[in-house]
């Protein structure tokens, strides 16, 4: 008699759960459910588990399965617990940041995390060169080397205020209060719209001019 105990069996989210996400987040309940069709189709579209994996992550946010830097990081920082995959609730609570009602701490916070390659509580030249190369990867562009040095530099001399070669959390959020457009990646604002629009925004990510 076979063992139904390796049979995966796909995941629905409790009855108290969307009530939870909801409390934690800005997303109503009606939002977290909708929220969850969405999860379902993501996870199941190259692999049908019921886990978002990095592949299917890129390939719905991004349009791509190459790898990507800045991809790759966004999907680190939605992987709360680590594991190579997004469950649920992370899913819920990482994409509550781009929520356009959620606090404007929160989406600096999480960028500056994100420019924060090797997780060393400071976002040095060298990664914000690597993070400033991948977005413009990531919109089709391609500047010359000199180009994207006097970008890196230029950042530096703006955001680095204590002259150490690298920016702290206190800087960077200086630095985003003198110039917020830096964070208008941070806001989804078709999230507000989740119950009648579910997957457009996913589906169609680029940005009206």
């Not at 995966?8 to 759960?17: A, N, Q």
């Not at 790898?67 to 939605?78: I, T």
């Not at 690298?166 to 964070?183: A, T």
Request: glycine residues 4%.
């Amino acid at each position: 008699m076979g063992c139904l105990c390796s049979k995966k069996v796909r995941r629905k989210p409790g009855d108290k759960e969307p009530i939870v996400l909801a409390s934690e987040t800005p997303f109503t309940v009606n939002e977290v459910e909708a929220l969850y069709d969405m999860f379902k189709k993501l996870s199941s579209s190259i692999i049908d588990d019921g886990l978002i994996h990095k592949e299917e992550f890129q390939l719905a946010l991004f349009k791509s399965s190459k790898q990507n830097l800045f991809a790759d990081r966004v999907f680190r920082l939605f992987d709360i617990k680590r594991n190579e995959v997004i469950e649920f609730g992370e899913f819920v609570r990482s994409l509550s940041i781009f929520h356009p009602d959620a606090p404007e701490a929160d989406k600096v916070a999480f960028l500056f995390r994100l420019y924060d390659l090797r997780q060393t509580g400071y976002i040095e030249r060298e990664e914000l060169k690597e993070m400033v190369m991948a977005r413009l990867g990531e919109n089709g562009l391609s500047l010359s080397d000199d180009v994207v040095e006097s970008i890196v530099e230029k950042t530096m001399m703006e955001a680095d205020t204590k002259r150490d070669g690298k920016i702290d959390e206190e800087e960077w959020r200086e630095f985003v209060k003198k110039n917020p457009s830096i964070i208008k990646i941070m806001t989804l604002s078709n999230l507000k719209e989740i119950t009648v629009q579910f997957p457009s925004f996913v589906l169609n990510t680029e940005v009206p001019d």
